[in-house]
């Protein structure tokens, strides 16, 4: 139903020892770090988030991770591959099945179809890893939004998300994405990050409830 809660899909996952010069070239993996973990997320936006989540309980770096292009216009058409690095294997596996935990267990996706099929993701981290730190220079710990949802839908919410909380915009997903989503990486004081993951649902649930307006 509109507004339910659904957590993000978990797909796949392996632990890589001892990799190849290849792999070690490739996902340009740092110093000592010769063990890797793989992993694919349904839902694209999730991936990011637990990848980051994963920096944060476990000795691990985001070798590399991007979104592979779905088509059709669907959220779960997107699927994340990431990869984990590490200088221990325990380490990888210890990151690896914390994707999975955040992924299956605390990811905030809601549906805005009767059935469930198409989803939004709209999430709060109150305080970010290594990963969004790097990648958005950032300072550890910040607090950001993470906001998807299809085109149109993602547009209107960011707006209204803008209007309603003190925030800064990070990144704008101002176009479709390979997974055809927009939306945006928000960033301010937890409080005013958590109102604009209200502002950015709510306006979308009423826009799926009323999507004629003239």
């Not at 957590?7 to 392996?14: M, Y």
């Not at 596996?93 to 179809?113: D, N, P």
């Amino acid at each position: 139903m509109i507004g339910d809660l659904v957590h993000g899909k978990f797909v796949a996952n392996r632990l890589l020892t001892d990799v190849e010069d290849c792999m070690l070239e490739q996902y340009h993996l740092p110093d000592g770090h010769i063990d890797i973990g793989l992993f694919t997320t349904a839902c694209d936006g999730v991936g990011y988030v637990a990848a980051d989540d994963a920096t944060k309980k476990a000795n691990v770096q985001v070798a590399q991770i991007y979104t592979t292009y779905g088509g059709c216009g669907k959220f779960n058409d997107g699927q994340v591959f990431g990869v984990l690095s590490g200088p221990m294997v325990s380490d990888v596996e210890r990151g690896l099945r914390y994707v999975r935990e955040f992924t299956e267990k605390e990811s905030t996706c809601y549906s805005i179809s009767d059935d469930d099929s198409t989803l939004i993701y709209a999430q709060c981290v109150s305080r970010i890893g290594s990963y969004f730190a790097k990648a958005y220079n950032l300072e550890r710990g910040s607090s950001i939004a993470y906001l998807i949802a299809p085109a149109m839908h993602g547009a209107v919410g960011i707006d209204e998300a803008l209007t309603q909380a003190n925030v800064d915009v990070v990144r704008f997903w101002s176009r479709p994405t390979e997974s055809n989503m927009s939306g945006a990486i928000l960033t301010g004081r937890q409080a005013q990050c958590e109102t604009a993951v209200s502002a950015f649902k709510e306006v979308i649930f009423d826009l799926v409830s009323e999507p004629i307006e003239y």
